[in-house]
């Protein structure tokens, strides 16, 4: 059997449906699904069991544990303006390293998600090279929270079991639980269906024009297929792992696609920045490719307009359907 958690976000529900196409329903799945309309990312993926993740680590060490082959760890608070490091550090941290301890306990193949906001401004760069994960600052406290348990992993030296996934920016169907952290996809697509226009952040680095600020987008499919490879395809690669597209785009090239694809004439306003946003603002990312390439991932990965055309043409423009 196969664990995945968070299976109801964005990036679980896409590697759920993977598995399945994969033939694989023998799968474990672990969210909290609460009050949100996230149950809904479910109803079309085939499973074995579902647990509320309070009750599964109890349950793991009980239970299931002699049965499972791989876990995939996609859960964890994303909010990138959360304020409260303690929470972060108990949901994104402290849970994953007591997962990772039964992982390792169980012989456990374990794939976990990292993210992009552990390398900062870039000035340490985007390469996934563990060597260099001391020197990374990141800039907000969630990016801390996946860092500081990238550190744990390395520290162990990530041997025989253990695979991080560093994901850049991720968009696509199923996110729209997701409040605040939802896609400006989602967000320019609302924008402009109310009033035809999609308000930018300006810029407030003389390097960047408004609206120039890039980063690397990546479609949740890709992300998936991604992430499975590690799992299933190469279990015995450890380490870190970009997850990205392999080349960075302004707000603006990503605002043309939207707009393109909604049939519309492009009108951007450019905004002020919250106070509290410009001193931990990422200008530029852009996830190096050439590890997971090197490791045996040959797919193509889907280029921006494509992605953004498939995702509000396909789901948007459906009244927001779910994969």
Not at 114 to 124: C, I, K, Q, V
Not at 252 to 267: G, P
């Amino acid at each position: 059997m196969i664990v995945v958690t968070g299976a109801a976000g964005l990036i679980g529900s896409a590697v759920v449906r993977e598995l399945n196409e994969r033939g694989r329903d023998d799968l474990i799945l672990v969210d909290h699904l609460g009050t949100s309309d996230k149950w809904m990312n479910l109803r079309s993926l085939k499973y074995y069991d579902y647990f509320e993740k309070d009750t599964f680590l109890e349950q793991l060490s009980r239970r299931v544990s002699g049965k499972i082959s791989a876990i995939i760890h996609l859960g964890a608070c994303s909010s990138t303006t959360e304020k409260d490091a303690s929470y972060l550090m108990e949901n994104n941290f402290r849970y994953s390293a007591t997962l990772a301890e039964l992982a390792r306990h169980y012989n456990i193949r374990m794939v976990y998600a990292s993210s992009a906001a552990t390398y900062g401004d870039g000035h340490e760069g985007y390469e996934d090279d563990v060597s260099r994960l001391e020197a990374l600052r990141p800039l907000n406290a969630y990016g801390y929270s996946k860092h500081a348990f990238d550190l744990k992993i390395h520290r162990r030296r990530f041997k025989p079991l253990f695979a991080g996934v560093k994901y850049f920016n991720v968009f696509g169907p199923n996110e729209y639980h997701k409040g605040d952290m939802m896609s400006l996809v989602l967000k320019a697509f609302r924008q402009i269906q109310a009033s035809g226009r999609l308000k930018l952040f300006k810029s407030y680095h003389p390097d960047y024009k408004d609206g120039e600020q890039k980063r690397d987008f990546l479609y949740v499919r890709d992300a998936a297929q991604m992430t499975v490879f590690l799992a299933l395809d190469r279990p015995r690669l450890t380490g870190l792992f970009n997850a990205g597209s392999g080349q960075a785009h302004s707000w603006l090239d990503l605002a043309r696609a939207i707009f393109s694809a909604m049939d519309r004439e492009m009108n951007v306003d450019f905004i002020e920045m919250p106070e509290e946003l410009k001193d931990r603002y990422q200008y530029y990312t852009c996830a190096p490719m050439d590890k997971l390439r090197s490791s045996g991932y040959t797919r193509p990965i889907t280029g921006l307009d494509r992605a953004v055309a498939d995702y509000v043409k396909n789901y948007l423009m459906q009244n927001e359907a779910r994969a």
